[in-house]
């Protein structure tokens, strides 16, 4: 069989969310996928959900990382596949040769939601100053709820 290198995209989640954070990513560089099977799991300022391949074949790049913030459309992966039904998303450019884009970010890292980030910035504070919010989302995330509850506790 014929087989091709498609882009996988980051996938829309409507007219006002253009930004996905990458939670956790499941397969590497080499893995075979089958249709269906979960890439990765991303997250909105408004829900979390799971990321599944698009077809069968073998990730040959991933570009999408744990804690990345990755706009709609965006390559997140390339599969190499012979599914002719993702010709459309065919690959323009040469393979990641099989690399990481980038270097994860460590796991003890604190990320920021967007609605949290929107959250604290409308309270006048600066995100990248707050060191002592507890972050109690998936991946050390820091969510709207500890926002609020961070606030809270600042009145009282």
Not at 3 to 32: Q, Y
């Given at each position: 069989?014929?087989?091709?290198?498609?882009?996988?995209?980051?996938?829309?989640?409507?007219?006002?969310?253009?930004?996905?954070n990458?939670?956790?990513?499941k397969?590497?560089p080499?893995?075979?996928?089958?249709?269906?099977?979960?890439?990765a799991?991303?997250?909105?300022?408004?829900?979390?959900?799971e990321?599944?391949?698009?077809?069968?074949?073998?990730?040959?790049?991933m570009?999408?990382?744990?804690?990345?913030?990755?706009?709609?459309?965006?390559?997140?992966?390339?599969?190499?596949?012979?599914?002719?039904?993702?010709?459309?998303?065919?690959s323009?450019?040469?393979?990641?040769?099989?690399?990481?884009?980038?270097?994860?970010?460590?796991?003890?890292?604190?990320?920021?939601?967007?609605?949290?980030?929107?959250?604290?910035?409308?309270?006048?504070?600066?995100?990248?100053?707050l060191?002592d919010?507890?972050?109690?989302?998936?991946?050390?995330?820091?969510?709207?709820?500890?926002?609020?509850?961070?606030?809270?506790?600042?009145?009282?």
């Amino acid at each position: 069989m014929d087989t091709f290198i498609i882009d996988v995209p980051v996938p829309s989640m409507g007219a006002t969310v253009s930004e996905l954070n990458v939670i956790v990513i499941k397969v590497k560089p080499g893995d075979r996928v089958a249709k269906g099977q979960r890439l990765a799991d991303l997250e909105s300022d408004k829900s979390a959900f799971e990321f599944e391949s698009p077809c069968e074949g073998v990730i040959r790049a991933m570009l999408g990382q744990p804690g990345a913030t990755m706009t709609s459309g965006q390559t997140f992966c390339q599969i190499e596949t012979s599914d002719s039904t993702q010709r459309h998303l065919e690959s323009k450019s040469a393979p990641a040769a099989g690399a990481v884009a980038a270097a994860p970010k460590p796991a003890t890292a604190v990320i920021w939601t967007p609605r949290a980030t929107k959250l604290a910035q409308e309270a006048g504070l600066d995100p990248a100053k707050l060191t002592d919010i507890e972050a109690t989302g998936p991946g050390n995330r820091v969510s709207g709820d500890d926002v609020q509850k961070y606030l809270a506790q600042r009145k009282g």
